[in-house]
């Protein structure tokens, strides 16, 4: 849904349209995908190390064997810990660390307006989120992604085959955007 927003507010008819193939399931799910386009794994890290750490992998593996193939990207955009902290870097400067997965959603509920007992990933709930969301606000939370990213100590990082990763809160999805908007000839700064 997020990147169906995306791809509307990037939509300059008739000179531009962007649009996002989307299927459900683990990265591993791209081999039977398009080979004609480049691809792109969403996913979070919710706390299961082990997954997350396949899904990387598996994104590296299809990434080299698509370039080898067709030419064609393999990215990952993954979020860590969940998505909740990237909708909340759409709208105001965020960088708590968090233990469990729904340690974001008091302030994703204050931001967006939703009851204190909204269900936030309820489909009802996520439309009015992502209805909130601006293209500036995209670009605000790459922004706001990059300087997470800048702030982090070297000695932190943990590999993941070549990917360098952080502990949360830590962000690919922000790359993955800028390569979105770079195409469009959209600027994200």
């Not at 507010?9 to 459900?24: A, D, G, I, S």
């Amino acid at each position: 849904m997020y990147l169906k927003r995306v791809a509307f507010l990037l939509k300059k008819f008739p000179e531009r349209v962007v649009t996002f193939n989307t299927t459900y399931g683990l990265p591993e799910r791209l081999k039977k995908n398009y080979t004609e386009y480049d691809n792109a794994a969403l996913f979070d890290y919710d706390f299961k190390d082990t997954e997350f750490r396949q899904n990387i992998n598996i994104c590296e593996q299809l990434q080299r064997k698509s370039r080898r193939e067709n030419g064609k990207n393999v990215y990952h955009a993954y979020s860590n810990a969940n998505i909740d902290l990237w909708f909340i870097l759409h709208k105001e400067d965020f960088n708590r660390p968090v233990a469990s997965n729904d340690a974001y959603v008091a302030d994703v509920r204050r931001i967006y307006g939703l009851n204190r007992e909204a269900d936030i990933k309820e489909k009802a709930n996520l439309e009015r989120i992502l209805k909130q969301i601006t293209l500036e606000d995209v670009r605000h939370a790459i922004r706001r992604a990059d300087q997470i990213r800048a702030g982090k100590l070297q000695s932190d990082c943990f590999m993941v085959g070549t990917v360098a990763c952080y502990s949360n809160p830590d962000f690919s999805i922000h790359n993955f955007l800028k390569i979105v908007f770079h195409d469009c000839g959209e600027l994200y700064r």
